[in-house]
């Protein structure tokens, strides 16, 4: 074994790469679940992001329009959940795990002509004067542009939550929809738009494993991320910085696995893959579950 | 992945359906690990498919189901093929091996053939190709490619093909540059894009400027091409769209002569269960273009090689060798056995690391 190999500059420089993608999807499906609504479609519809993503990137030559493809293609497949689950009042579980399930086969069937095709690669964009601070530089300020955006998302997400009239709706609505209603908050309207959000984000977040990970479309690309996501969300307590933290801590262990493997350390890998989420349940346990949303996985309709 | 399946499903159904009018076609069918479009393993193999339609024309029709998890799914898969009334099955990866045997039990009339692994039967043939000759000559170009001394290698399951191909890989290049080092990933997976990608980084940052891949998709070859001045070598098939640089050179595997062989066998009723396991000297390995990106000198040596491997003046396994221990494998001039390579499940001498059990 030889853990001099690892340089940690580098190990955290590509934790924060490893990251990005269910950061992504995670931030969406907080606001989603901080509106009172339970969508477990994310895997889904990150796919879904994954290959519209990568089809409008390989026909119109721009990562730009690829990324703003794949949050359209997430939030229109968002956008059928809704409909399903705010207007027809469908379980919201079930069609959650359908939207995933839909996800995965549609996304297959769009993808059937682009296997095995390059994607333009995304080069990177280091800050000035900041990329050039030792150790700090390298780590924070020398990545691709989705990175910042993720973090600046995250941020916005917190600053609209906490200190916005129009974030403070979508709270009370999560937290007691009646109370809402009664207030003339339209409920349904609210939550739709936070369902677009949710999806958009996951797109973003396949987009960013299609076009900068991997780059490459395959079938079952995204490989169980958006599950990740989705305990991210819960082991955050529906809190934007704390999730910031998880997906740190749950994108590092995939990294430090293959670190450790190439440094020549024998750690069975099955260890490791299920530390994130034995620490998700100890922190659910300590912290007595947080304290989901109110309303949370609840249908709601005026004349109840 | 489920609904492409179905397609695929419902594809065979409609191709058997249609072919059961003409009793005198012979039916083929192909089980693969992953997408024909995968552009390394499968895309091969489905290049073996094609070449069989296109020797037979009308006398054959093939048939074909891609991304077949290894496991329980196999067998469903190739049960279904056998009794859709394929004469002749050709199941491509090593994970099929049981799958294989069981349904070859219950459908003793249908031919089948297993690529990589190792068991046998009446109506059960086995082949595959002897990757380790192609090994050689990646160690070859590696070993005095690499200016860190370090080369990363991906492997996907620790079982003795892969084995092979990490000690021949490693004895040439130690051959030619006595500190080179080997880095080795398992990734656990013969085809997940995301997971190779993610490894080829980790063992670049560690410092391998050489990747060496027993996985089938390009994205390790993606990596390699983003991070710069790295370099890689195709595998199972050209992988050419990354040449020059950072493909070099690549191992082709080039199964068509095989296939269109069993073929002829199953139409004539001369088939019979073998063992076949060429390499180099056969055709079944190729060495895909050595670019510019090699200097001219070494490009003559891995030539020079090559021709000796072919003209079977050069076994890649010559004494002597030591096991990682340093207790004696081969000696002097001795070179190793089939049955050896076969079970081979230790590293040689100056490897690092363990293989995982």
């Known amino acids: ?304 | 992945m489920k609904f492409k399946k179905l397609l695929a499903g419902t594809g065979i159904a409609l191709a058997l359906a249609t072919g059961a009018f003409a009793q005198d076609k012979t039916t083929v069918g192909f089980v693969y690990v992953g997408p024909v479009g995968d552009g390394g393993w499968t895309y091969e193999h489905d290049k073996g498919r094609q070449a069989v339609e296109a020797h037979f024309g009308d006398a054959v029709e093939t048939v074909f189901v891609e991304s077949v998890p290894e496991g329980p799914d196999a067998e469903r898969v190739i049960t279904q093929m056998a009794l859709q009334g394929a004469d002749l099955i050709f199941t491509t990866s090593f994970g099929y091996m049981d799958a294989t045997i069981n349904v070859a039990e219950r459908f003793p009339d249908v031919k089948f053939e297993h690529a990589t692994g190792y068991k046998t039967a009446d109506n059960v043939a086995i082949y595959n190709a002897r990757f380790y000759e192609g090994r050689a000559i990646q160690g070859h170009i590696a070993g005095q490619m690499t200016q860190s001394n370090i080369v990363g290698y991906i492997g996907s399951y620790p079982i003795p093909e892969v084995i092979q191909g990490i000690n021949s890989a490693f004895i040439h290049a130690r051959e030619v540059n006595p500190d080179v080092e080997f880095r080795v990933v398992w990734a656990y997976t013969w085809f997940d894009p995301a997971k190779e990608a993610e490894a080829a980084t980790v063992l670049i940052e560690q410092g391998a400027d050489v990747i060496l891949q027993h996985t089938d998709s390009t994205a390790p070859q993606a990596a390699a091409q983003a991070a710069g001045n790295v370099v890689t070598f195709g595998q199972a098939s050209d992988m050419s769209e990354f040449a020059p640089f950072p493909r070099v050179s690549s191992i082709i595997d080039d199964w068509a002569p095989y296939y269109v062989a069993r073929t002829q066998a199953v139409i004539d009723g001369t088939w019979e269960s073998s063992d076949t396991w060429d390499g180099i000297p056969q055709g079944m390995v190729s060495i895909g273009e050595i670019t510019e990106a090699v200097p001219a000198e070494v490009k003559a040596s891995a030539e020079a090689m090559i021709e000796a491997i072919r003209a079977g003046e050069y076994h890649p396994f010559t004494g002597p060798l030591n096991r990682q221990d340093g207790s004696v494998w081969l000696a002097e001039g001795e070179t190793a056995s089939d049955g050896d390579l076969l079970g081979m499940n230790f590293y040689v001498e100056g490897l690092t690391g363990d293989i995982p059990q």
């Not at chain 1, 490893?18 to 009172?36: F, K, M, N, S, Y």
């Not at chain 1, 690669?121 to 990329?131: A, E, G, N, Q, T």
């Not at chain 1, 937290?175 to 349904?188: F, M, R, S, T, W």
């Not at chain 1, 490989?223 to 996501?229: E, K, Q, S, T, V």
């Open chain 1, 1 to 304: 074994m030889d853990l001099s190999a690892i340089n940690p500059i580098l190990l955290l420089a590509s934790l924060m790469v490893a990251a990005t993608p269910i950061l992504l999807a995670a931030i969406g499906e907080l606001v989603v679940e901080r509106a009172g609504v339970l969508n477990l479609g994310v895997e889904g519809m990150m796919i879904t992001g994954a290959v519209c993503g990568f089809i409008v990137t390989i026909n119109a030559g721009s990562p730009l329009l690829g990324f703003a493809g794949a949050a359209i293609g997430g939030a229109l497949l968002a956008l059928v959940f809704g409909v399903l689950t705010q207007v027809l009042l469908s379980n919201q579980v079930a069609t959650g795990l359908a939207l995933t399930l839909f996800g995965l086969g549609f996304a297959a069937l769009l993808g059937q002509g682009y296997i095995g095709i390059k994607a333009p690669v995304i080069p990177k964009w280091p800050v000035p004067v900041l990329s050039d601070i030792p150790v700090i530089g390298p780590i924070l300020f020398n990545h691709d542009p989705v990175v910042y955006l993720g973090i600046a998302i995250i941020a916005g997400v917190w600053a609209f939550l906490r200190y916005s009239r129009a974030g403070l709706i979508l709270r009370a609505v999560g937290e007691n929809h009646d109370a809402a209603h009664a207030l003339g908050y339209h409920v349904i309207r609210v939550r739709l738009l936070a369902i677009m959000f949710g999806g958009a984000c996951a797109g973003l977040g396949g987009a960013y494993l299609s076009l900068v990970r991997v780059p490459q479309w395959t079938e079952g690309l995204t490989a169980g991320a958006g599950w990740i996501a989705l305990a991210i969300v819960v082991f955050a307590s529906w809190r934007p910085w704390r999730l910031l933290l998880g997906a740190y801590l749950f994108g590092g262990v995939t990294v430090l696995q293959l670190n450790l493997q190439a440094a020549g350390m024998a750690i069975p890998v099955a260890y490791l893959s299920m530390a994130p989420y034995l620490a998700t349940i100890l922190v659910l346990v300590m912290m007595r579950a947080g304290r989901a949303p109110g309303s949370l996985a609840q249908s709601f309709h005026a004349s109840r």
